[in-house]
């Protein structure tokens, strides 16, 4: 009897007791779940998580678990047989344009603002120092005279002060399967004005200034000695040939000055030569007429060399009759 009448009793304790089976399963998945996520998201994110899901509803879960994989959740849009295709009235903001008036729409227009619509596109540098930024491809006298003082190994302040003298500037075309690239081309002289010269050619696509650079460069690079005498003029006379350039030089008395072509008057500044005449036959291109006249410099026989092959001894007639 007494058993009979406790049974009932036990059975009603059994159901609204808190340490049933079924809420120890449920504790149990609900901690295999956390610590599976736990694996993947930070603290933080793991209890917005949990958050979120302490706020659906349990009918609705159940709802979605009992209608298989097809069912889907109530979320926007409301319409279960909604196209996707079109925009929803209450979920999606209409789409405006910068023509769009306010009469047009309920929104405000778009400012019209003149930057990317995604600011990720855009390049972003560093603020840096002055000591960081580019160095540019043209260099001036100063960075050419260092630079060349430690590859020649020669006197920085003498390379400032060599005389540099354009000869030729012009653009020119080249002609490639791609079309015409234009491009640059310089030719200078260098000299110190006291017997030493030098010819350089300077080409670049960057502009007339780097090709300008690149031939002073190089002319600095080409100098070369030359025989003068009295430091004024030339040897002797001499006519020469180069390609279609046909050349007649005469050296002069003291004070006859430069009477020469006006691209081999810029060379004699450069070299240091003060008197002298010539004349120009046939072409007179100036690229040729700068070449030519700097070998013909070049190819001159000093007075020692000269008394050598004839076997003569130089002797000095104005310190012989006028020296003191």
């Known amino acids: 009897m007494l058993k009979s009448s406790l049974g009932p009793v036990s059975i009603i ?8 089976p079924i809420f120890e399963r449920n504790s149990d998945k609900a901690n295999k779940h956390a610590k599976l996520l736990s694996k993947y998201y930070t603290p933080d994110l793991l209890q917005s998580i949990q958050i979120t ?4 509803e349990p009918q609705d ?10 069912s889907k959740s109530k979320v926007a849009p409301k319409d279960e047989n909604s196209d996707y295709s079109l925009s929803d009235p209450e979920w999606d903001e209409p789409i405006l344009y910068p023509n769009q008036t306010g009469k047009r729409t309920p929104y405000p227009p778009i400012p019209v603002v003149r930057s ?12 840096g120092t002055e000591g960081d930024k580019p160095k540019s491809k ?9 630079e060349l003082s430690q590859l020649l190994d020669m006197d920085e302040g003498y390379l400032k002060s060599l005389a540099m003298r354009p000869l030729v500037m012009k653009r020119v075309s080249h002609k490639t399967n791609k079309g015409s690239i234009a491009g640059f081309f310089a030719l200078t002289v260098v000299g110190d004005r006291r017997g030493s010269l030098g010819l350089g050619i300077g080409k670049s696509l960057d502009g007339m200034r780097v090709a300008a650079s690149k031939a002073h460069w190089n002319a600095i690079k080409n100098m070369q000695p030359i025989k003068l005498y009295e430091n004024r003029t030339i040897v002797g006379d001499f006519d020469y040939k180069f390609h279609g350039v046909k050349m007649r030089v005469r050296s002069a008395p003291e004070g006859f000055g430069l009477r020469v072509n006006h691209i081999m008057y810029e060379i004699c500044q450069a070299a240091g030569i003060k008197d002298l005449g010539a004349k120009i036959y046939k072409s007179r291109n100036p690229m040729l007429i700068a070449q030519g006249f700097v070998k013909a410099l070049d190819k001159q026989q000093s007075i020692e ?11 000095d007639m104005r310190k012989v009759y006028y020296s003191q």
């Open 13 to 20: 304790r059994r159901c609204f007791s808190t340490t049933s």
């Open 53 to 56: 899901e302490s706020l659906v």
């Open 61 to 70: 879960f159940i709802n979605l678990k009992l209608g298989g994989r097809h």
């Open 116 to 127: 990317p619509d995604n600011t990720m596109l855009t390049m972003k540098f560093d603020k």
């Open 138 to 146: 043209i260099k001036n006298t100063n960075d050419i005279a260092r």
């Open 305 to 315: 060399e000269l008394a050598a092959n004839r076997g003569k001894k130089i002797v």
